[in-house]
């Protein structure tokens, strides 16, 4: 029983960092078609740029984490808004472009964070909390497991009453739907192409920075291996959908947990599997609209 | 190899609207098409000596051209150009838009290294061994092809692109893994060369393995022609520009564009076969996410609506990481402020920065450039015109 527990709530832990990555592509995904291939670097700078500072102000205390999460957030929203100001803006309509010039961001990205921050992983410190372990049910839960499920909700929470209930929320939520209509109402969706990346790369930002409390340690690759499971999120939750993008973080995160538990270590393939299963039952993806 | 009327000349062809002109310039597309078939064959030639002569190109080269080290160069450089001309297909023919191309790649080189050591105690001839293994290989090659593009094709655009990269992922994890020790896992697959042909072992025999990359490349080119210039290619081309109405006259393109995935998928297998007798190895460098993405900024880089931009940028990249690498150890970089010092000394940097600039800036690629002067169009003629900057 207590492995259950300690599997599951694990699960949700790191369902958490992924869907803080999966929901950001995913609105990018659902307002614009792109396909963000950048989002994992939003993510490595974030977390690289969060860790300077918090180290500097004071390593290992609570403070320094806020401090860290705080300049995540910024710096992520920052980069990704301006990726989508510059890069993105440019090839209006035309996606596969659009996902070519942020595979571009992504190689010389990584290859740039390797050259000023090297090609090992940097281990951090952590407030002492979050390195101990709470008891629940008999299972031994790494405290900092909690932390990203509360941030994650937190998002969560953020980004559904941001888009029901602000007036932006509902020009990207009417975007998501029907873009054309929108643009045809004469509303500008440009600005909201620009809020909806400054969200995503916000939520990457953060992920970012709990990657690095997960982890322990922050490396120029952190945002691509995370990438690629939240790119499997977001196909199985449904491309655009947020809920989707939330319910598949956790089931894919839990299900990883329990193969690697039980079936020695095969947790990659089994969500792959899962994947593969999705697909042929349903290729819009658990919650995905009819394409 | 420097045919390239395929998709400049059928845009020319249907632009044709006066069908008395018809003949004319059949017989004109003809006489050219002979024309670059023999520029293509003295090409081959040219390269096929190349290891004979004595040419070095300071810079470029690491020494002359019959050197093993320049060999091997070329040779990778061919390999990669014959792997991008596979991709091409898949990518600039069918519009498939596959993450997951480094998967075939690897399953060459690391399964017929495999097969290689399961033979290996068998008491057969080495050359049925060797001939053997190619063909499991291959067959292997095919039924994993076959089983990742129908599940993958099951989704259109970009939600493709993600399946192919989550399969290939697996892939990339398996061989890392190293299962039951066959894979060598980080380290890397060394080929046992108990049952490889004596002619295609060892430094010195570096100019064998150079033909057998040129005749890949040969091969693969041919078959790609071969597959353009089917019924099957003219579909899958149809299908890339609208598939409802390939639908609507009642043909399947799931069918077409399943055909090209495995003929692509089996072609990166058979130069990733050539990879692992030319580097008697396999790293696991080669079934990452970041190599499908290399080839992706190679054949845009090159240039997606032509069959030989896939190749020159093949080669060009090649030799052009290879040097960006060796410029970045040199002195004048080091002495230069941090600031310039570290984006120069990370080749990866450059090249994402140029690949960026190229899709934003020249869409045509290296090969568009000719065209592009010629007729001063701002877009490439094998795009739609709807796609014109808003």
């Known amino acids: 029983m207590s492995t259950i527990v300690l599997l599951v709530i694990t699960g949700l832990g790191l ?27 939003f993510l490595t700078i974030s977390a690289f740029l969060g860790w300077e500072v918090g180290r500097r102000v004071s390593d290992g205390t609570w403070w320094g984490l806020a401090l860290s999460a705080l300049v995540g957030v910024a710096v992520g ?71 990203l499920i509360a941030c994650a909700l937190l998002v969560l929470g953020g980004i559904v009453l941001f888009l029901r209930k602000t007036r932006y929320g509902l020009i990207i939520r009417a975007g998501v739907e029907n873009r054309s209509m929108v643009t045809a109402l004469g509303i500008d969706v440009r600005r909201s192409f620009t809020l909806v990346f400054a969200i995503g790369g916000a939520a990457a930002g953060l992920g970012g920075v709990l990657a690095s409390v997960y982890y322990g340690y922050v490396s120029a690759h952190l945002g691509s291996t995370l990438l690629i499971f939240a790119f499997i999120v977001t196909v199985i939750g449904g491309l655009g959908s947020l809920t989707g993008a939330a319910i598949a973080s956790v089931l894919v995160a839990v299900l990883q947990q329990f193969a690697n538990f039980y079936l020695g270590g095969t947790g990659d393939l089994v969500v792959v599997i899962a994947l593969a299963a999705v697909l042929l039952i349903r290729p819009r993806g658990l919650m995905g609209k009819v394409a | 190899m420097t045919h390239r009327q395929g998709t400049a000349q059928q845009t020319a062809d249907a632009a044709a609207s006066v069908p008395t002109t018809a003949p004319t310039r059949t017989a004109a597309s003809d006489r050219r098409t002979l024309w670059l078939a023999i520029g293509g064959a003295a090409l081959v030639a040219l390269l096929a000596v190349l290891p004979l002569l004595a040419i070095d190109i300071p810079g470029v080269l690491p020494g002359p051209t019959y050197t093993p080290g320049t060999l091997q160069l070329l040779a990778y450089a061919m390999l990669i150009a014959a792997l991008a001309l596979s991709y091409r297909m898949m990518f600039g023919l069918a519009g498939l838009l596959s993450f997951g191309h480094a998967l075939f790649f690897a399953a060459g080189a690391y399964g017929l290294g495999i097969t290689l050591d399961a033979f290996a105690p068998v008491d ?16 292997l090659g095919l039924v994993l092809a076959a089983t990742v593009g129908a599940l993958a094709l099951r989704v259109t655009g970009i939600s493709f692109a993600m399946v192919t990269l989550a399969f290939a992922q697996a892939g990339s994890v398996i061989i890392r893994r190293n299962p039951g020790g066959a894979t060598g896992g980080d380290e890397g697959l060394s080929l046992d060369i108990t049952n490889v042909p004596d002619a295609l072992v060892g430094v010195l025999n570096t100019r064998n393995l150079y033909w057998v990359a040129l005749g890949v490349l040969v091969f693969v080119y041919l078959v790609v022609l071969w597959v353009e210039k089917s019924r099957a290619g003219h579909v899958a081309e149809a299908t890339r520009e609208n598939e409802l109405r390939v639908r609507v006259i009642g043909i399947r393109p799931y069918n077409v564009k399943l055909l090209v995935f495995i003929v692509a998928s089996v072609l990166a297998a058979v130069a990733g076969m050539g990879y692992l007798l030319l580097q008697s190895g396999a790293s696991p460098r080669v079934a990452t996410a970041d190599f499908t993405l290399t080839l992706l900024v190679i054949v845009v880089l090159g240039g997606v609506g032509y069959r030989w931009g896939a190749i020159v940028g093949g080669i060009v990249y090649t030799l052009l990481d290879q040097r960006l690498t060796a410029l970045a150890g040199s002195d004048a970089i080091a002495a230069l402020p941090d600031v310039l010092r570290i984006p120069l000394s990370e080749p990866l940097f450059i090249l994402g920065t140029l690949f960026i600039l190229v899709v934003l800036f020249l869409p045509g690629g290296i090969a568009g450039l000719p065209q592009r002067i010629r007729t001063g169009r701002k877009q490439h003629p094998a795009e739609a015109e709807e796609t014109a900057d808003a």
């Open chain 2, 124 to 139: 057969w001839p080495s050359e049925l061994i060797f001939l053997g293994s190619i063909v499991v290989t291959l067959v």
């Open chain 1, 77 to 147: 929203a920052i980069v990704a808004a301006l990726t989508e100001y510059l890069l993105i803006r440019r090839l209006y309509e035309r996606h596969i472009e659009q996902a070519l010039v942020t595979v571009g961001l992504s190689l010389a990205s990584v290859a740039l964070f390797e050259g000023i921050w090297g090609t090992d992983p940097i281990y951090t410190e952590k407030p002492d909390w979050l390195g101990q372990t709470t008891v629940i049910l008999g299972a031994k839960i790494p405290n900092d497991r909690f932390l």
């Open chain 1, 15 to 41: 369902g958490a960092l992924y869907f803080l990555v999966a929901s950001g592509l995913s609105l990018i995904y659902g307002l614009m078609g792109v396909l963000n291939f950048a989002h994992g670097s």
